[in-house]
């Protein structure tokens, strides 16, 4: 099985992704929201790459509620931002969830040709990567990044879920992925590397630093969301 790491989300549009798995991280924290939400009830998710958009949906539908961010911060008019930790059972249980964000959003607009394609985080890492090891199809890893630039954070978060199915079957990794790999078998105190990264930075800066050490809790949740038909959902039980 070959697995391919992408940088940012950028890096996807002038790929093909046919016949292949892909994976979505953007823990900082579109990725980490759409695993909370779901695992606490959320019906789905609609991931818009523009804030117009994301409304016009939400208005057609007539239920649910918009969520999303700019640099961070809630989008006017919105009723959530992007924090994970807003996202509880009470606020979003059989709710329909129509979403924006600067990098995770954009990332799964630019991978729609994947055969599958998963959302993955931190916090489901291990389900992620038993789900990419069922199946023979080779795996990209897309790292939303952060405004097109390499991010510390989802790429860590990638080389994990890379160690995690090298532990089971041999893989044949691009370099990056192998770097990232490695990167992960050092890692034992996730905060302290990403503790000096730039996205990182910023959110602590911001206030958010009680989202950062939800953000970096790794496998709290064993769910796969994957993205099918304009939204996103996890797998029928």
């Not at 998710?45 to 007539?62: C, G, V």
């Not at 009723?79 to 930790?85: A, E």
């Not at 996205?199 to 809790?217: A, F, M, Q, R, V």
Request: hydrophobic residues 40%.
């Amino acid at each position: 099985m070959k697995v391919e790491v992408l940088e940012s989300a950028k890096c996807a549009l002038k790929k093909k992704f046919n016949g292949k798995n892909v994976v979505v991280i953007d823990v900082l924290r579109a990725t980490t929201v759409m695993v909370t939400a779901l695992e606490n009830g959320a019906s789905c998710i609609y991931p818009f790459k523009e804030i117009d958009e994301a409304k016009e949906k939400w208005r057609a539908k007539k239920d649910g509620f918009l969520a999303g961010e700019r640099r961070g911060l809630k989008i006017e008019g919105f009723k959530f931002g992007n924090s994970p930790l807003e996202f509880t059972k009470e606020a979003v249980q059989g709710k329909e969830i129509f979403m924006t964000t600067s990098n995770g959003t954009r990332a799964i607009e630019n991978a729609l040709s994947a055969d599958n394609l998963y959302i993955a985080c931190y916090l489901n890492i291990s389900a992620i990567s038993e789900k990419l090891l069922e199946s023979e199809k080779d795996v990209v890893i897309l790292c939303a990044g952060t405004d097109d630039e390499f991010s510390l954070d989802d790429s860590l978060c990638a080389g994990m879920i890379i160690k995690k199915m090298s532990e089971k079957i041999k893989l044949e990794i691009n370099d990056l992925g192998l770097s990232l790999k490695k990167i992960a078998d050092l890692t034992s105190d996730i905060k302290e590397i990403l503790s000096e990264s730039k996205h990182y930075s910023y959110l602590k800066s911001i206030g958010y630093e009680n989202d950062l050490e939800y953000c970096t809790t790794v496998d709290a949740f064993s769910i796969t969301p994957f993205y099918k038909n304009g939204k996103i959902k996890l797998p029928l039980k």
